[in-house]
Every structure is written in C-alpha cells, then in structure tokens.
C-alpha cells in the first residue's frame, strides 16, 4: 500500500519578533525533520500556528519548503479554514505550486456545521483541486465532528479525498472509519500521537506527530515494529514515549512542542499571540521530560 508515509511531522512555524515568518529557521527545522524520523511534513497545519499567518506567508513558505525538502519526502499543505468559499480558493492557489503532494483540510472551526454543511464544505474544496485531500477530523478544537458516514462518502464520491487525520481520541471512530472504507485507497492517520499504537490495530497507517519534533526515528521504528508484526518492540518503544508524549501536551499544542525544539537547539523562532511560552510549571515539566527522554536514548 502506498501511503504518504508512517511519521508525518506536523512541524512548527520560525517566526520573527514581528510576526512574519522566518523561512530560512523553518526550512532548516524541515531539514532535521526529514533526516530524523519523519516520512514527510504538514505544513501550515495547527502545531505551524496556521491562524496567526498571512496567506502570502503561507504561499511562499510552501514554496519554499517544496524547493529545499520535496525530494526528501511527502510534502501536505495545511489550506482549511471556516470559510469555505476562501479554503476552495486557497486550495485551488496552493494546487498550483508543484511538488505539494497532498492538502490538509479541518472540518469548519467555530461554525459547528452539521453533516451536510461538512459534506458540502469538503465537497466544494475537492471540486477545486485534484490533489489527494486529507480531512483534519480535531472536535476538541473545532467544536463538531465529521462522522465516519460523511467521510466514506466524501471518498467515494472523490476518491482523492483518500485520508483522515484522525483526533477525536475515540478509537471506536477510527474502527469504523475502516469498517465503511476497508480498502487500501484510503489511508488513516492518528492525530494523537500517544493514540497511534492502537489506532495501527483497527487499520491506521501512521501519525500525524507532533512529538516527532524531539523523538521522530522512535516513532517511525515503532510503526515499522508493529508492521514487521514485533509486537513487543512496538509496544516497549510506546511506553518509551509516553513521557516525552505527554509533555507535548502540558499546556495547548504547539507551545510545549515549539519550546522544546528550542531546547534541543532548533531555531523554533518566536510565537505569535495568541500562542506564547509556557509558564515556569510547564517549562520544567518539559524540561523534565526532555532530560529523562535524552537519558534513556
């Protein structure tokens, strides 16, 4: 089955005090991440503080990206917003820029949509692009969720539209998700990195990681375990990262994440507000988990 790969780093953003990107900080950071355990990257998604960025931004860092890294692995753009008129537009924009191989797209934040204004939402991206589409299923964030029945027959109707990123942390979605789509056209992804072990049990493929950041060659050794059917390598490495795992999430995604690289001498960059640095709690509780996770490598 080919599949965008097992670890897709969904990677942070570098940015200047001003607010603008620093594309030269966030391509190294994609650098790192390709030549250390990720398959490929989502870019732009939420832990990249999609929200706070200017479409131009967006526009030049997936170019920028594509140039430098997208002949080392799979590159997705993240393009979902609550609008869907503008995701259609932007989607059709960022299609146009070759070697992206793949769109991120949230159900509708704040809108609370129904079914069929989902429906309608994706349906109208995917009568804008060609591209393979994957649904960003987050209800924790957005405030309602895409129901299996909605995405098979989004897939069936587009069969581009071929991937959830799966974050409800409800393994019961996940199984019937691949009960109504069985086949191996379509692909599922933990967006719960301490949830990806399991999720690989009912048929997931991989994680969208944040954690990757910091452990993304133990998390790739970990899917390729279960794959090769070492169920105890596989099981031994998820207990090895459930520390550094939930450190990642002491506070809102991605400030314990974006702290962290810092830690390990990325060029993670500034925040833009709303996000900004973890108090001293949840700095040492990162830090914490950092030093255990470097003294048991």
Same mark, same amino acid.
């Given at each position: 089955?080919?599949?965008?790969?097992?670890?897709?780093?969904?990677?942070?953003?570098?940015?200047?005090? !001003?607010?603008?990107?620093?594309?030269?900080?966030?391509?190294?950071?994609? &650098?790192?991440?390709?030549? /250390?355990?990720? $398959?490929?990257?989502?870019?732009?998604?939420?832990?990249?503080?999609?929200?706070?960025?200017?479409?131009? $931004?967006?526009?030049?860092?997936? &170019?920028?990206?594509?140039?430098?890294?997208?002949?080392?692995?799979?590159?997705?753009?993240?393009?979902?917003?609550?609008?869907?008129?503008?995701?259609?537009?932007?989607?059709?924009?960022?299609?146009?820029?070759?070697?992206?191989?793949?769109?991120?797209?949230?159900?509708?934040?704040? /809108?609370?949509?129904?079914?069929?204004?989902?429906?309608? *939402?994706?349906?109208?991206?995917? =009568?804008?692009?060609? #591209?393979?589409?994957?649904?960003?299923?987050?209800?924790?964030?957005?405030?309602?969720?895409?129901?299996?029945?909605?995405?098979?027959?989004? *897939?069936?109707?587009?069969?581009?539209?071929?991937?959830?990123? =799966?974050?409800?942390? /409800?393994?019961?979605?996940?199984?019937?998700?691949? &009960?109504?789509?069985? +086949? $191996?056209?379509?692909?599922?992804?933990?967006? $719960?990195?301490?949830?990806? #072990?399991? #999720?690989?049990?009912?048929?997931?493929? %991989?994680?969208?990681?944040?954690?990757? *950041?910091?452990?993304?060659?133990?998390?790739? +050794?970990?899917?390729?375990?279960?794959?090769? %059917?070492?169920?105890?390598?596989?099981?031994?490495?998820?207990? !090895?990262?459930?520390?550094?795992?939930?450190?990642?999430?002491?506070?809102?995604?991605?400030?314990?994440?974006?702290?962290?690289?810092?830690?390990?001498?990325?060029?993670? %960059?500034?925040? /833009?507000?709303?996000?900004?640095?973890?108090? !001293?709690?949840?700095?040492?509780?990162? !830090?914490?988990?950092?030093?255990?996770?470097?003294?048991?490598?």
């Amino acid at each position: 089955m080919k599949t965008f790969g097992r670890v897709l780093t969904a990677m942070i953003t570098s940015f200047n005090e !001003d607010g603008s990107v620093n594309f030269e900080n966030t391509v190294a950071i994609a &650098k790192h991440l390709l030549a /250390n355990g990720s $398959d490929g990257l989502v870019v732009c998604g939420t832990t990249g503080e999609n929200p706070t960025m200017s479409k131009a $931004d967006k526009i030049q860092l997936f &170019k920028e990206i594509v140039a430098a890294c997208g002949d080392q692995g799979t590159i997705i753009a993240g393009v979902g917003s609550n609008d869907t008129k503008a995701t259609a537009e932007f989607a059709k924009e960022v299609s146009e820029i070759s070697g992206i191989d793949g769109l991120l797209v949230v159900v509708p934040y704040y /809108n609370k949509p129904n079914q069929k204004g989902q429906y309608l *939402h994706f349906k109208t991206v995917a =009568e804008a692009t060609t #591209l393979p589409i994957m649904v960003y299923n987050v209800p924790s964030r957005v405030g309602t969720a895409i129901s299996p029945a909605t995405i098979a027959k989004l *897939h069936h109707e587009f069969p581009y539209i071929n991937a959830v990123k =799966e974050a409800s942390g /409800n393994l019961a979605i996940g199984t019937e998700i691949k &009960k109504l789509l069985p +086949n $191996d056209d379509f692909m599922l992804y933990s967006g $719960d990195d301490g949830l990806t #072990l399991p #999720l690989l049990s009912v048929g997931g493929v %991989g994680v969208i990681s944040v954690v990757a *950041h910091i452990a993304g060659i133990e998390m790739n +050794n970990m899917i390729q375990a279960f794959e090769q %059917g070492d169920l105890s390598t596989a099981m031994k490495i998820n207990r !090895d990262l459930f520390d550094i795992t939930k450190a990642m999430f002491v506070t809102t995604n991605p400030i314990p994440v974006k702290y962290a690289s810092r830690q390990i001498g990325l060029p993670a %960059g500034a925040f /833009n507000l709303p996000m900004c640095e973890p108090n !001293d709690e949840e700095a040492v509780a990162i !830090d914490n988990a950092l030093a255990e996770f470097k003294n048991n490598k």
